[in-house]
C-alpha cells in the first residue's frame, strides 16, 4: 500500500490541512501543539474507524472528512450533514459501529497495531511474550486461523455424528427391507384379488340381471297361461252363447207360433160366437196353453242367454287386458335384455 496524497478537513485543529507525502518515508515536524498528532490521529480515524462520537470535529463545524489517495484509488471517511459514511472512489458504504467495510479494509490492509503513540513503548519490545503472540496473531490473522478450525472442528464432528445416523437409520432401513420381502408379492397377489372382485361383481351384476329376467318371463308365462284360460272359458262361453243364440231363435219361432195361435184363438172365439161349437173352444184352448208353455221357455232361454253374453262379454275383457299385460311385458323384457337372450346372455340371431 502507498499513500501520495492525504486531506483533511475539520479535524481537531485543523480547519484543511493537504500533505503529499513520500512514498518510502514522511516525516512530519513541528512545534509542539500545531497538530502532528491530529494528523496521526486522522489517519487511524480513515484506516480503524476510531475514535468513535463526534469530540474530533473542530470545534464550530459540523461536518468532518478525511481523504486518502493510495495506489491511485481515493478513500475517503465522512461524518456530517453528508451522513456517517465512507467512499472509494464514487461507491459509498455506511459506517455502522467501530468496524470498517470490506472494501475499504482490503484496500488500506492497516489495523490498530500499525499505530504507535507518542509516549508509547518501542514497538514491541515493552509487551510480554503473551502480548507479542497477540500482536504476531492479528497480523497474520491467526485467531481467524484457530476460529476457522475450532467451526470446522465442530462441523466435523457433527458430520460424523450425522453420518453415524445415517449409518444406524440405513441399517434399520436394510432390515426392514428383509422383513418386507413380501410386500411385492402380496402387492401382486392383491391385484389379482382386485381383479378377482372386479369379476366377480361383473358376474354378479349379470346375474341379478338374469334373475330380473327370468323373473319378467316367469311372470309374463303365468300371465299368457292365464290369458289362455282366460281365452278357453271365452270360446267355451262363446259356444254357449251360440247355443243360446239358437234357442233363441228357436224361441222367436216358437214365438210367432203362438201369436199365430192367439189369432187363431181370436178366430175361434169368433167362430164359437157364431156357431157356438165347443169343440173348436177346446182345441184352441189346448194350443193356447202350449204357445204359452213354449212362450215361458223362450223366456227362460233367453234369460240364460243373455247372461252367458255378458259372461262372455267380461272374459274377453279380460283377455284384452292379459295380452295387453304380456305384451307389455315383452316390452320391459326386450328392454332389460337389450340385444341378447335373457337367459343365456349370447346375442340374439
Known sequence: MSIDRL???????????????????????????????????????????RPRGDSFVKRGESECEVRARIDGRTVARVKGSAGNLYRVDS???AAIGSGVPQAVADLVLVDDVCFSGQHDAAFWFGLTSGGVTRAINRIVNLDAIDAIQGFVAKRLLG???????????????????????????????????????????ATSARHDKASLVTGLVTSARV??????????AANKDWSDLQQSRAALEASRSLWEGASGLLRQWAVLQKAYEEKGSWRSVYNA???????????????QVYESAAAIYDQ??????????????GRSARVKLDAESGDRCPLCLRPRM
Open 7 to 49: 486531506l483533511i478537513r475539520n479535524f481537531r485543529p485543523h480547519a484543511r490541512k493537504l500533505l503529499s507525502l513520500d512514498p518510502g518515508i514522511t516525516v512530519i515536524t513541528g512545534p509542539t501543539d500545531s497538530g502532528k498528532t491530529s494528523i496521526l490521529g486522522a489517519l487511524r480515524w480513515l484506516f480503524t474507524n
Open 91 to 93: 461507491e459509498e458504504f
Open 159 to 201: 458430520a460424523r455424528e450425522a453420518q453415524a445416523q445415517a449409518e444406524k437409520r440405513l441399517e434399520r432401513a436394510q432390515n426392514d427391507a428383509v422383513d418386507l420381502e413380501y410386500v411385492p408379492q402380496l402387492v401382486k397377489e392383491y391385484g389379482l384379488l382386485e381383479e378377482a372382485r372386479e369379476r366377480f361383481l
Open 223 to 232: 300371465k299368457a297361461k292365464h290369458a289362455a284360460e282366460i281365452g278357453r
Open 285 to 299: 184352448v189346448g194350443e193356447m196353453e202350449k204357445a204359452r208353455l213354449a212362450a215361458a221357455k223362450s223366456r
Open 312 to 325: 262372455v262379454q267380461e272374459a274377453s275383457l279380460r283377455a284384452k287386458r292379459c295380452r295387453e299385460s
